[in-house]
């Protein structure tokens, strides 16, 4: 079983930085191609982007590409999301998801994860 937890999360001015951390137990991280969702008030849940257990791909929304960026230390069992330039119609919840997928690749539907956090609060005011 895979447990997932994030922090991070917070008030941030529009034009701030925020950086997401998703820390993971219960299997070592390199098993897991990761990803970040995001569900803002009122919309379904969305990828914000995702990244390989080896970390060789990646992907993102097209919308953020430029402005999010995501990494992962797994000697530390951690995934980060660093989020600039950020603007108010980023709040959401952002969530932290994952699969055992040690050689595959990343994917953009949140069907395809099995283990999920419990999500952190990320409000940008204008």
């Known amino acids: 079983q895979v447990q997932l937890v994030e922090s991070g999360g917070g008030l941030v001015q529009a034009g701030g930085s925020l950086r997401l951390s998703c820390a993971a137990s219960?299997?070592?991280?390199?098993?897991?191609?990761m990803a970040w969702f995001r569900r803002a008030p009122g919309k379904e849940r969305e990828i914000v982007g995702g990244i390989s257990a080896s970390s060789k791909s990646t992907l993102y929304a097209d919308s953020l590409r430029g402005r999010f960026n995501i990494s992962r230390d797994n000697a530390e069992n951690t995934m980060y999301l660093q989020m600039n330039h950020l603007k108010p119609e980023d709040t959401a919840v952002y969530y932290c998801?994952?699969?055992?997928?040690?050689?595959?690749?990343?994917?953009?539907?949140?069907?395809?994860?099995?283990?999920w956090g419990q999500g952190t609060q990320v409000t940008v005011s204008s």
């Open positions: 998801a994952a699969r055992v997928a040690p050689y595959g690749g990343v994917i953009r539907s949140s069907l395809g994860y099995d283990y």
């Open positions: 219960g299997r070592t991280l390199s098993d897991l191609a």
